[in-house]
């Protein structure tokens, strides 16, 4: 599992000491807002965004300011601001970064392959999948205006709602408590499996939902033990033409897009198989004997 993606091609790296004329207090980036008005947008995104994805509502645009995160010892990661937004007829992303400031990525809702949150410490980073480009954005984990953002986006992305798979036997969590949380709607049904370490230090759970398969992780970070990697996948049911299941691994075709996921449990996989088998009907194809492929950002694979 990948704890970042690689680098937009609008971020820039910089030597450590140039971070404070980049910005301010570097390391110590602005929370993500909602503005309240257009007049809080820079200049010139509100009409690029409009033209590009249709009328937008207030609040289904994001503001992320600019930011310097440390990128090894003596460098840091420089992303600019951005402007997220979803449109009557997708979502776009606005970039302030040179050559000229303007709309770098956009898809419509329908070509969503996948929608992925990934966490490490106090930075999270936000990549949106799509058949032929990829939104990908760095903030600061304080407030959860992202993640209300998210959500209408997962929610326009998903189709229809239908029906859920049966349980395995035994293939349930321990703590069913805190599944609503990944529900879409009240009346969303849910069906779940996942694992756990014993010494608590790792955890991985799988649910398909009316909506979705959403896939979220908890892994100790490979440079730094002590701290959590933590990575949630929501791929959009609609979306999944194809799978393969192999060992602990599952390969899934969005919108001819591969999404790859380890799922580190054989019993979960296997759940996994069952499900998709279920979900796919004899046209899935749910197991292979070759090894999985493997893809970029978000473990994807653009056609």
Known sequence: MRSQPVEADWELFFPHDLAPYLIPAAGYPSAVYRPTDTTWLPDGAHSAIVECVGRVGLEDVLVIPAAAWPAGRRQCRYSPQCVAAMGERGV???????????????????????????????????????????????????????????????????????????????????????????????????????????????????????????????????????????????????????????STTVQIRSVGTDVRIGLHSRRVAAAASSWLRWMLGDSGRQESTGPPRTGGPCDRKRQ
């Open 92 to 246: 776009a992303l606005w970039v302030q970064a040179l050559p000229a400031p303007g709309i770098r990525a956009q898809m419509p809702f329908g070509e969503i392959a996948a929608i992925e949150h990934l966490g490490d410490g106090p930075r999270r980073v936000l990549v949106v999948t799509g058949r032929m480009a990829g939104i990908s954005v760095r903030y600061d984990a304080v407030g959860q205006v992202v993640d209300a953002w998210t959500r209408r986006l997962r929610l326009r992305a998903a189709a229809a709602p239908g029906p859920v798979p049966t349980h395995p036997r035994g293939s349930g969590p321990r703590d069913e408590n805190n599944l609503g949380s990944l529900l879409l709607a009240p009346d969303d049904a849910i069906v779940s499996a996942g694992w756990r370490s014993r010494a608590g230090r790792g955890a991985c759970l799988l649910s398909i939902t009316s909506r979705e398969l959403v896939v979220v992780q908890s892994l100790p970070n490979r440079r730094r033990p002590w701290r959590r990697t933590t990575r949630t996948v929501y791929v959009p049911r609609g979306s999944i033409e194809d799978a393969v299941v192999q």
